[in-house]
T-cell receptor, first 114, second 110 residues
Framework: NAGVTQTPKFQVLKTGQSMTLQCAQD?????MYWYRQDPGMGLRLIYY???????DKGEVPNGYNVSRLNKREFSLRLESAAPSQTSVYFC?????????????FGDGTRLSIL | GQQVMQIPQYQHVQEGEDFTTYCNSS?????IQWYKQRPGGHPVFLIQ?????EVKKQKRLTFQFGEAKKNSSLHITATQTTDVGTYFC??????????FGTGTSLTVIP
């Protein structure tokens, strides 16, 4: 089993460009999350999807959109990239959110915006 | 929004010394999780604490949840070079969100 797979692993964008980060899990988990990690700031929740068909904002949703395509896949879109969005992005999944179960993380996408 | 404060931000120890990191919340938590992230890696789940005053051990690691469920600690006894990494707590309240602390980066000097 691959667990949580994120693509791409690295990406460099120019300011104003758009892109979609992909995340897929093969553990039949219900809840999925997108975090960004910046030096000294821990992981901050961007958006989450408690179950297929639902999405909700987290701490730092501005500048992002998400799509829960199906139970396996949860994508994060930057419509007009800004240098402040340079970060490491992690996707995570949980069997059932809200019950304090372990989050399983992907390897991350390292995104630089020039 | 909810916040979890974690201290210290950095800790350098000689191999064999002990290490402790602390998390504090201003409001009562439902549960707290601990994660370890190796340099260049992703967070890996270590443990979850749910009950007031709970103490759990994993070999040289001891995790505690405060009586008021507002604070937690992770203590490592006799650190080894394999303990190097950043340790995060993640506080959970009702709902689906977890709020991560800022992490403690542990360096172990051989």
């Amino acid at each position: 089993n691959a667990g949580v797979t994120q693509t791409p692993k690295f990406q460099v964008l120019k300011t104003g460009q758009s892109m979609t980060l992909q995340c897929a899990q093969d553990m039949n988990h219900n809840s999925m999350y997108w975090y960004r990690q910046d030096p000294g700031m821990g992981l901050r929740l961007i958006y989450y999807s408690a179950s297929e068909g639902t999405t909700d904002k987290g701490e730092v949703p501005n500048g992002y959109n998400v799509s829960r395509l199906n139970k396996r896949e949860f994508s994060l879109r930057l419509e007009s990239a800004a240098p402040s969005q340079t970060s490491v992005y992690f996707c995570a999944s949980v069997l059932i959110g809200g019950r304090g179960q372990p989050q399983h993380f992907g390897d991350g996408t390292r995104l630089s915006i020039l | 929004g909810q916040q979890v404060m974690q201290i210290p931000q950095y800790q350098h120890v000689q191999e064999g010394e002990d290490f402790t990191t602390y998390c504090n919340s201003s409001t009562t938590l439902s549960n707290i999780q601990w994660y370890k992230q190796r340099p260049g890696g992703h967070p890996v789940f270590l443990i979850q604490l749910v009950k007031s005053g709970e103490v759990k051990k994993q070999k040289r690691l001891t995790f505690q949840f405060g009586e008021a469920k507002k604070n937690s600690s992770l203590h490592i006894t006799a650190t080894q070079t394999t303990d190097v990494g950043t340790y995060f707590c993640a506080g959970g309240w009702t709902g689906n969100q977890f709020y991560f602390g800022t992490g403690t980066s542990l360096t172990v000097i051989p």
